[in-house]
């Protein structure tokens, strides 16, 4: 079982962003047999289908190259263009033959799922060019599996190509006694038969080839669980920073509500455990909105806020329960709340303008909110 440096064994299969890192560093699923087998088999496909057009194309050009103007001779420089016209009427000739193995090339990464233009694979690797490196790799695994697949390869082949000649042997042996047209007429059809046997033995080569080379890859790119736990980290943020990204918010939320805290109407207390801050302007706001809000020390901090900067703290124990579990920060407060909220925020009001002297001070009375199951009473 493959292991890495530090002697762990690569147990689990690769992740998908392995892969993809894998991928764009050029390292995709590659079967040369694939390649070689759809290039040749193209090759031998094309030039059997298309035939007597090829024929009449290279029997043109060689009629052409073979009886040139006799006016050359008197003017040697319309040599020149006549060797360019002929590199152009060949380029011609074998242009559909040459669109054919450039579609050919494409067939097994598609087929590889590997179709993909990377300028990091064409990179140069200086360690590709140390021999010793390169002795390592012939005496591999991969080397072996590549002498494995040259002598199979061989095998096919000759299997192939020997069967045809054996059943093709007296039609060899009768061409001497055929006319030229008939002759070149069998030898055609015979040399389509054995390009095509060898095409067959490709195939068959790269048939078993593909599905070894992507399990070979995804062998060589299996991890550890340290491995997929690291990866794991770095793809979901490592706690410890997470951590300290999440005490950093905490604390800057806690600077901004202390702060908020003097521009207060109204601190809501259990009178000990809880305490809200509201605000309300009702030329701008629609409705109260909660500018902090805590619990035990949090709560005590606030009200000592509140106090250095004399805004008023009104005890209404199930209403501060009720605002600090359903009030968010720097939102209005719910709907069910408004009527509490509005005789909390009447009695500031009047307790603001109440001067000693002129009368009774304003009592708050009860404030009536119905709690929740989840309340604890606090």
Not at 114 to 135: D, I
Not at 207 to 212: E, G
Request: with cysteine.
């Amino acid at each position: 079982m493959a292991e890495n440096e530090d002697g762990q064994e690569k147990t689990e299969q690769p992740t998908g962003r392995r892969l993809q890192k894998a991928a764009e560093e050029g390292n995709v699923p590659r079967s040369r047999e694939l390649g070689n087998a759809a290039l040749f088999g193209a090759g031998v496909v094309a030039v059997i289908a298309g035939g007597p057009m090829f024929a009449r194309g290279a029997a043109g050009w060689m009629r052409n190259a073979l009886a040139p103007d006799l006016g050359m001779l008197e003017d040697p420089s319309l040599l020149f263009g006549h060797m360019g016209m002929l590199l152009l009427k060949l380029f011609a000739v074998v242009l559909p033959l040459l669109g054919v193995a450039l579609l050919a090339c494409l067939v097994a990464p598609v087929l590889m799922g590997s179709l993909q233009f990377n300028l990091k694979a064409l990179a140069p690797k200086p360690e590709r060019l140390n021999p010793l490196a390169g002795l390592q790799r012939m005496v591999s695994s991969d080397g072996l599996v590549e002498l494995a697949k040259s002598l199979l390869r061989v095998a096919l082949l000759g299997t192939a190509c020997g069967l045809v000649l054996v059943h093709g042997f007296d039609v060899l042996r009768a061409m001497p006694g055929q006319s030229l047209e008939d002759a070149a007429r069998t030898g055609l059809y015979f040399a389509g038969r054995l390009l095509g046997a060898a095409a067959v033995a490709l195939l068959l080569l790269a048939l078993a080839d593909a599905p070894y080379q992507k399990w070979n890859r995804l062998r060589k790119l299996k991890m550890t669980r340290q491995e997929v736990r690291e990866e794991m980290k770095e793809a979901d943020g490592n706690p410890q920073v997470k951590g300290k990204i999440r005490q950093m918010q905490f604390q800057m939320s806690q600077r901004r509500m202390m702060e908020a805290v003097p521009t207060a109407d109204v601190v809501v207390v259990n009178p000990t455990h809880y305490a809200v801050a509201l605000k309300y302007d009702g030329g701008s706001m629609r409705a109260p909105k909660v500018v902090a809000k805590g619990v035990d020390e949090l709560a005590m901090r606030i009200r000592e806020v509140a106090d250095a900067h004399r805004v008023a703290i009104v005890s209404a124990p199930p209403l501060a329960r009720a605002l600090y579990r359903e009030g968010e920060l720097d939102k209005e407060i719910p709907v069910r709340l408004y009527a509490a909220v509005a005789q909390v925020l009447s009695y500031v009001y009047q307790l603001r303008a109440w001067r000693p002297g002129t009368g009774r001070a304003p009592q708050l009375g009860t404030v009536e909110v119905r709690e929740f199951p989840e309340d604890d009473g606090k």
